[in-house]
């Protein structure tokens, strides 16, 4: 048996920190919460795809191995299709294999420059991983390959307005409305911008007409209640902030809101009430933003090899807020590292408690368990891994491993190649995956001998793994691979 994988984070690019004035903070949201759109159009065309639509920004979770085997099925067959290999980058990047996306949409840019929707999925990528300065040059690119991508233009309107220029911010939002005269995101940025520049019987219009085109929309709805509130009417701000915290509960810039309009109204108990839960959640984001520093501390320090130092690094965030569950995970592989089981796997219990859909830390938790001995929990957690996140090889790997010591064959083998799927490079997945097929046979069987092969190709320190009756086979061909 391997050993257990455990699976580290990068360095994240901090998010969190302390709110600013009640209007602030907010335009991401608007822009960001559902700008996922459609590809570009190409003039190219385009490789068969089958039955999944690997058209959208964002695939579905249940989708995902099925869409990136389609994909790579897509580049075999047409490895000079740009579109071919666009596809496969999306499906990717929905799989959560940034590396490998980029990868694939580089390639189908070398195939042609002009596809709009490559340039567009760069951008979404750097955004993913925070070089935003280079995600602004990418929209642009994407608007001028596609000018009519509605996507391209919403988020090169948020680049924009993030880096102050809010006029350019405004034309595309406004060529995004000549396009799409409803869609909620141009409506909902239009509002905000004007909101900035004091326009609020504008604003508020638009705001309206963007929380009629979309069921939820938490973050309209209380830039709608600032709006209000600016035009005095305290009772239409009041409904707006309460729809807004419905929907988000957790809207620091709603509850401020409400606090506010609730004096102007009379209600100073209440407002007292509301502005003490907002000073708590600045105190958490606050809280956050420490232990996010702290946790990039120590992913640094253990990356450089500094085991001790990372280790208390993860204690300090964990200090920070005992609720972070990136930094118990962390904490967990560290002290894995240092061989220190059961601390670990105390580790990741609590991970999988702070945060019960971080599919990351359930894979974790899962090899901690199943290397003590626990299979049927491990087999568990790493069920709930690939619940969680169906794009996460590493634990379709884990969880083929436990089927496979279960004796459930045909279930390991179906893990192991959802593993492969996702990553074809994963020596361990094609050992394994080998390993499985040679059982119980009387010989060793092509498929079988051709996986381990890949497997100890890929990573020839697995040959110390390889069971002795396999490693003689290895020398000579079996009677069926003649």
């Not at 396009?179 to 638009?206: K, M, R, T």
């Not at 959640?281 to 501390?297: H, I």
């Not at 097929?437 to 060793?444: D, E, F, H, K, Q």
């Not at 092509?446 to 793994?465: H, K, V, W």
């Amino acid at each position: 048996m391997q050993e257990a994988r455990i699976i580290r984070r990068r360095v994240r690019a901090s998010a969190a920190g302390a709110l600013c004035p009640p209007l602030a903070g907010i335009v991401l949201a608007v822009f960001f919460l559902a700008s996922r759109p459609v590809l570009g159009q190409v003039t190219e065309n385009a490789a068969p795809t089958g039955d999944i639509d690997l058209q959208a920004g964002s695939i579905p979770p249940s989708q995902v191995v099925a869409a990136v085997e389609a994909a790579r099925k897509a580049v075999a067959e047409h490895p000079d299709s740009a579109e071919a290999n666009l596809r496969l980058g999306v499906a990717l990047r929905s799989a959560g294999d940034q590396t490998g996306a980029e990868n694939a949409i580089s390639r189908a840019l070398s195939l042609n420059p002009n596809l709009g929707g490559a340039w567009l999925q760069k951008g979404l990528i750097s955004i993913t991983t925070g070089t935003l300065p280079a995600a602004t040059g990418f929209f642009e690119r994407a608007v001028e390959a596609d000018p009519n991508s509605v996507g391209a233009r919403l988020e090169l309107a948020a680049m924009l307005f993030r880096s102050g220029d809010f006029d350019g911010a405004r034309k595309h939002i406004e060529a995004v409305l000549q396009l799409d005269p409803n869609n909620a995101n141009a409506l909902g940025g239009l509002g905000f911008i004007q909101l900035q520049q004091g326009d609020f019987p504008a604003a508020v219009e638009n705001f309206r007409k963007a929380i009629a085109h979309r069921d939820r929309y938490p973050e309209a709805e209380q830039n709608l209640g600032h709006a209000l509130m600016r035009l005095g009417d305290w009772t239409g701000a009041r409904a707006a902030f309460e729809t807004a915290l419905r929907e988000e509960p957790d809207a620091t810039p709603a509850v401020y809101g409400l606090a506010t309009v609730l004096r102007h109204l009379g209600d100073t108990v209440q407002a007292d009430a509301e502005y003490a839960k907002a000073k708590a959640m600045l105190q958490m984001t606050g809280a956050l933003a420490r232990a996010q520093a702290d946790d990039n501390d120590g992913v640094r320090l253990w990356n450089s090899g500094d085991l001790a130092g990372a280790e208390a690094a993860f204690r300090r965030s964990i200090d920070d807020h005992p609720s972070y569950a990136e930094a118990y995970n962390n904490l967990g592989g560290v002290l894995w590292q240092q061989k220190k089981p059961e601390a670990a796997t105390r580790a990741f219990e609590l991970a999988v408690r702070a945060d019960p859909k971080f599919a990351k830390a359930h894979n974790n938790y899962g090899n901690a368990l199943m290397s003590a001995g626990n299979l049927s929990d491990a087999i568990e957690q790493f069920q709930s891994a690939v619940s969680l996140d169906p794009g996460l090889a590493t634990a379709h790997f884990s969880l083929g491993m436990g089927l496979a010591q279960q004796g459930r064959r045909e279930e390991a083998e179906t893990e192991f190649r959802k593993a492969l799927v996702l990553d074809p490079k994963m020596a361990a997945a094609h050992f394994e995956l080998g390993l499985l097929l040679a059982s119980g046979a009387s010989n060793l069987a092509p498929a079988a001998r051709s996986e381990i092969e890949e497997g100890l190709r890929l990573d020839p320190q697995l040959r110390a793994a390889l069971p002795v009756a396999i490693s003689k086979a290895l020398t000579t061909r079996s009677d069926s691979g003649q």
